[in-house]
């Protein structure tokens, strides 16, 4: 007989005969004491509370007030209460175990043939056996590759070599399983099951890759690096041709100094003869020659080097690991030629790049 959970009245009227017959049913007390007439008492009310709770669909406090009940005595239909709120609360398992002791001991009963409460029971019993092993999940476990040896527990509670690889029925929900192997590697996985859900989880671990052979690294000495590269200064061929300008401009005005007593001295000398007063003109003139040659020959190295080094972008030193005569041979060089008379100056540059 199937009790839908819509029909209070009947399912009322039901529970509380089945309760009322209940005290006429002899009490199984404690193996340590009988329980005493206000212990049965109290216990026949919480059994009349656990019916109520159960019609108000309160499974849980109908738990509550049918474990009170057997911490007094317990009977096939407390037990059969009991496993009906576990069930009712998802408790699966505990309900399944408690609806088959409940069969087992209503069937072993003296009055079972005759008293129809208690084939009643039995008939209600094996209905939720039948339904919760209709839906109970079930979940097997199986030992993969490098786990052969490994120790399992499921929600904490180790698993004999019998359970692994089989089907074990669990209740919905969430479940933790644990495995270790001896070498200290351990594994953990967290599985869901709905209702009437079939899982299997395979354990494994990686294969452990094998130490590479250890050998002295050889090591190979890196070259040493490189000389430092001199930054190139473009202030030396500044200078040269600003000191180049400089001589030029002297040398200019020593020509035309030059060239002043020279005019004094073709005034007043007669066929190359000059008078004794006009000799100190002619040593100042000679003297003005001399360096206004001197100054245009600077001049003129000075600003063609400078020149020559800016165009080429030559850095102010050779390098340190290149010979001398390689530097000089690959350099710029200038020649200056300077030469005259009193009446006239030349000079020449000669030069190879």
């Not at 474990?67 to 399944?96: D, K, S, W, Y």
């Not at 919905?172 to 200290?184: A, Q, W």
């Amino acid at each position: 007989m199937r009790i839908g959970p819509g029909s209070h009245g009947w399912w009322r009227a039901a529970l509380l005969a089945l309760g009322i017959s209940m005290a006429a049913v002899p009490w199984a007390g404690p193996v340590q004491a009988e329980p005493t007439k206000q212990e049965l008492a109290k216990a026949r009310e919480d059994f009349r509370k656990g019916l109520e709770l159960e019609a108000a669909n309160d499974w849980a406090g109908a738990l509550a007030s049918f474990e009170a009940v057997a911490q007094v005595t317990m009977t096939p239909q407390v037990r059969f209460h009991i496993a009906r709120c576990q069930h009712r609360l998802g408790n699966l398992l505990e309900a399944l175990g408690g609806y088959k002791w409940a069969s087992h001991e209503a069937s072993t009963d003296p009055k079972a043939a005759t008293d129809p409460k208690l084939a009643e029971l039995i008939r209600e019993a094996d209905a939720g056996i039948a339904e919760i092993e209709a839906k109970i999940p079930k979940l097997t476990i199986e030992r993969g590759k490098g786990a052969e040896a490994a120790s399992i527990t499921l929600d904490g509670v180790a698993l004999g070599e019998t359970s692994v690889g089989k089907a074990m029925q669990v209740n919905p929900g969430g479940h933790t399983i644990d495995y270790s192997l001896p070498d200290g590697r351990s594994g953990h996985k967290v599985v869901t099951l709905q209702e009437g859900d079939t899982q299997t989880v395979e354990l494994s671990f990686p294969t452990a890759a094998k130490p590479a052979p250890t050998s002295a690294p050889t090591t190979t000495a890196a070259p040493p690096p490189p000389p430092p590269v001199e930054k190139k200064s473009n202030v030396v061929p500044w200078v040269l041709v600003g000191a180049g300008g400089a001589s030029l401009v002297a040398s200019g005005v020593f020509y035309l100094m030059r060239s002043s007593a020279i005019s004094d001295l073709d005034a007043k000398c007669v066929n190359n003869v000059c008078p004794s007063s006009l000799r100190d003109t002619g040593d100042k003139g000679k003297t003005y020659t001399t360096l206004g040659n001197v100054t245009l020959g600077l001049g003129l190295v000075g600003a063609g080097v400078g020149a020559v080094w800016l165009l080429a972008g030559s850095d102010t030193s050779a390098p340190a690991n290149k010979p001398a005569e390689a530097n000089d041979a690959r350099g710029p060089r200038m020649t200056v030629m300077v030469g005259g008379d009193h009446h006239g100056a030349e000079a020449s540059l000669v030069g190879t790049f």
